[in-house]
């Protein structure tokens, strides 16, 4: 029998406010283990949360970004449970009146577009950190992240492949860096990912018995935790077995997921309307207000890319993935005409030095008038493409111009056949027998002439005055 | 309306409390009752009211996104019952 997955991904978005979601506590990653906190965010009796008005801003702006209907009125809600990071024993969230509903992601897989449905993007807190002790002499609890915004974005289960859930993972996390609403780094934990993965007979209508995926830390690590599951999943079928309902976590050391094994409690979070905050009534108005903040975001920029620059639609799609490197891009259009070869010395050279670094794009010691003034340097033959990788190589590392580099090194291409002539003289003297194979009918024996001669010029001749010049000499 | 003793020991193991064997049955003949009040209600055909999301004519109340330091907070911290290395310590959690 064939089967076919059904996935849907639960993601949270740690929001880059400030302050925290209710109280005026900073949001800094990294700080001394509860140094931001207060009475609101740790719980205490009697204090009175008031919400940041950046938090549901920028909740609305993820919403618009996502196609979302934006809701007339919200509310938030308690979800009651007890676990020691949570020191009110209730999150506050959003039940059944989210701020954003009813959107759409656009992914590209195997060059074909899809629509993944967002169910809803609500607003809630984040919880503290549990950091457990070795020592089993109890577990330690830092709350600074306790009460930090989070947008928590439900897609429909529209996801029919691992693949496109990492396309669906890459597209979000592309829109929500154009927004510069969050970090988006899983390592950090700024950007987490839940999977819902169910599997059924292909055409039938009902989904099969999901399990729930936690613990993934990168976006390769869902690709892989989806793909386990659906295989373990199969696996249970055909052996005549059946798919429990649980909550499994994936183990990146040993590429498996594991039952969590917790004891069966039924999941009852008693949602009711939260009384220390008041409701959220959004106008026409307030959200055009808010639309206005939109940018251009990466799938039309994309297009226009391919529009305006006659890239290819990889290309086009390599550069606008991030918002930083695609700003890059046109920064350089601006001061170069040869659009195809900008890109193909962002993505080959200055994406290697960049990745080799772990080095965001902003942090280039290659700034973009220093790459179009290189690349001008090959379009005018004063150095060959060859030599102009060891330049940009030198470039990245020193931080110096072109012109500068090819200077000290005597990198400056040779050209003037006058120059060359002697050399190509020498060559030929010295290779006769190779001469004579090629004017014989071997074609291969004039390329070897012509790496001869850029041997003998440390690769600095011109390679088709070199070219001509040979053929002139010998043909 | 009938509320059981079952009723009431899933709702104690929710807020995890231990009740006592006339605690059970005093709480559960209370809030029988209370609820069967509370029913009253259900005569009313409420399909036309919006649910009442809060008790206050008041709506956006926001502030400003801005750290402000908070002067209690090192008092606040101080209230937890073991402290160590400025971490709240919890019985162990097992993951």
């Known amino acids: 029998m064939e089967f076919e997955p059904v996935i849907g991904l639960e993601v949270h978005v740690q929001l880059n406010t400030k302050s925290k979601l209710f109280c005026s506590c900073a949001t800094v990653f990294g700080a001394e283990p509860n140094t931001q906190v207060c009475p609101v965010c740790l719980g205490h009796p009697g204090v009175l949360p008031v919400m940041n008005r950046k938090a549901l801003e920028y909740a609305v702006l993820c919403g618009l970004a996502l196609n979302c209907s934006i809701s007339r009125f919200s509310k938030f809600d308690r979800k009651n449970y007890f676990y020691p990071d949570l020191p009110k024993n209730y999150q506050v969230s959003q039940f059944d009146k989210p701020f954003c509903y009813n959107g759409f992601v656009t992914i590209h897989v195997d060059g074909k577009d899809k629509r993944i449905g967002v169910t809803r993007a609500h607003l809630e807190e984040d919880a503290g950190k549990l950091l457990h002790s070795d020592a089993g002499a109890g577990s330690g609890v830092d709350f600074n992240r306790t009460g930090i915004p989070l947008l928590e974005i439900v897609s429909e289960p529209d996801i029919s492949s691992p693949e496109e859930a990492y396309a669906y993972l890459t597209a979000l996390k592309s829109i929500i860096g154009y927004l510069d609403i969050s970090d988006c780094n899983m390592e950090e934990g700024s950007l987490r990912c839940d999977a819902n993965v169910s599997i059924r007979p292909k055409g039938q209508k009902e989904f099969g018995v999901k399990a729930e995926i936690k613990n993934m830390n990168s976006f390769r690590g869902v690709l892989k935790a989806v793909s386990y599951e659906i295989d373990r999943q199969t696996e249970v079928l055909l052996c005549g077995g059946k798919v429990v309902q649980e909550t499994r976590l994936w183990d990146a050391d040993k590429n498996m997921t594991f039952s969590m094994r917790s004891k069966e409690e039924a999941h009852d979070y008693r949602y009711f309307p939260e009384p220390d905050l008041v409701p959220v009534v959004l106008t026409e108005a307030n959200i055009e207000e808010i639309r206005k903040y939109l940018p251009e975001l990466p799938s039309a920029r994309m297009k226009r890319f391919v529009m305006d620059y006659g890239i290819t639609e990889y290309d086009a799609e390599v550069l606008t993935g991030d918002k930083k490197l695609a700003d890059y891009y046109e920064d350089c259009t601006r001061l170069f005409n040869d659009y195809k070869s900008i890109s193909n010395w962002i993505q080959s050279e200055l994406l290697r030095e960049l990745n080799d670094r772990k080095l965001p794009v902003t942090a280039s010691s290659v700034c973009p008038k220093k790459l179009t003034d290189m690349l001008r340097l090959i379009q005018n033959g004063t150095i060959s493409g060859k030599i102009a990788k060891t330049v940009f190589a030198q470039m990245f590392e020193t931080g110096k111009d072109a012109d500068t580099i090819i200077k000290e090194k005597g990198l400056v291409q040779i050209s003037d056949p006058d120059e060359l002539k002697k050399i190509i003289a020498d060559v030929i003297d010295s290779n006769g027998s190779i001469v004579d194979d090629y004017k014989g009918g071997k074609e291969k024996s004039f390329m070897f002439l012509v790496g001869q001669v850029m041997k003998a010029t440390k690769g600095k001749a011109n390679p088709q005055v070199v070219n001509q010049m040979l053929k002139d000499a010998i043909g | ?95």
């Open chain 2, 1 to 95: 309306m009938a509320f059981t003793r079952q009723d009431v020991d899933y709702i104690a193991k929710l807020a995890r409390i231990t009740l006592s064997d006339d605690e059970q049955k005093n709480f559960t003949r209370q809030l029988d009752s209370i609820l069967e009040y509370v029913n009253k209600l259900n005569e009313l055909d409420t399909d036309s009211v919006e649910p009442t999301a809060h008790i206050l004519p008041v709506q956006n109340v926001f502030r400003e996104d801005e750290v402000k330091p908070c002067a209690d907070s090192k008092l606040a911290v101080e209230q937890s019952p073991e402290l160590r290395d400025g971490l709240f310590i919890v019985p162990p959690v097992i993951e």
